[in-house]
């Protein structure tokens, strides 16, 4: 089994919609969570930290659910730029070394 | 969020060459930075952690003469990919770890080897 699995879709969205996907980790030690966008060729960038309560940035929404260990993320109100992968990011202690899920395609439509 | 560069950003060379691909922090200091390589359509796999001051802690099955790293500033560390053959050729990826557990990604450098 993965350490962190991910649904690697694609989620095909109509703009405007709302996604929600979510990420399964089997290490419950796992201290942090972070959700990290990936574009075609490009380099992981920092979506943002996800909290024990649950955090929201904007049109995104993180929550963690340790008791089943998972994470998810929803985007509210797709928009076209929203298209990429999204990368479920696990570390176990802090300073130490994060273990990536395999990412969820999303493409958002017209 | 903070900046993290790479040089070159793409690299065509023959093979048996060595290429050397530097990461810098630009606006804070890292003690850790971490090499990844992704091959098309894979997750980021995690090659090496990289320690300023002290030797590279490799990840299994990735071999440590053949991926040498410097880390020899908290703002610099540098892979270089010895001898290199076309199963090299690779997305390869550095980040630089923000305390306490935040990385932040270089944009990439593409290797191609002939």
């Known amino acids: 089994r993965k350490e962190v699995e991910q649904d690697p879709g694609p989620f095909n969205v109509p703009e405007g919609a709302t996604v929600a996907f979510n990420c399964t980790y089997s290490?419950?030690?796992?201290?942090?969570f972070f959700w990290y966008r990936q574009d075609c060729r490009k380099e992981p960038k920092l979506l943002m930290s996800?909290?024990?309560s649950g955090n929201e940035d904007g049109r995104f929404t993180a929550q963690l659910n340790r008791a089943s260990q998972y994470i998810s993320l929803l985007i509210r109100d797709s928009k076209l730029s929203d298209s990429a992968t999204y990368l479920c990011?696990?570390?176990?202690?802090?300073?130490?070394?994060?273990?990536f899920g395999g990412g969820t395609r999303v493409l958002v439509k017209p | 969020g903070a900046v993290v560069s790479q040089h070159p950003s793409r690299v065509i060379c023959k093979s048996g060459t060595s290429v050397k691909i530097e990461c810098r922090s630009l606006?804070?200091?890292?003690?850790?930075m971490f090499w990844y390589r992704q091959f098309p359509k894979q997750s980021l796999m995690l090659m090496a952690t990289?320690?300023?001051?002290?030797?590279?802690?490799?990840e299994q099955g990735v071999e440590k003469d053949k991926f040498l790293i410097n880390h020899a500033s908290l703002t610099l560390s540098t892979l270089t990919v010895t001898s290199a053959h076309p199963e090299d050729s690779s997305f390869y990826i550095c980040?630089?770890?923000?305390?306490?557990?935040?990385?932040?990604f270089g944009p990439g450098t593409r290797l191609t080897v002939l």
């Open positions: 980040s630089a770890r923000e305390p306490p557990d935040t990385q932040y």
């Open positions: 990289s320690n300023e001051g002290s030797k590279a802690t490799y």
């Open positions: 996800v909290y024990s």
């Open positions: 990011v696990v570390n176990k202690a802090a300073g130490n070394k994060l273990t």
């Open positions: 606006d804070f200091q890292a003690t850790t």
């Open positions: 290490n419950s030690a796992s201290q942090s």
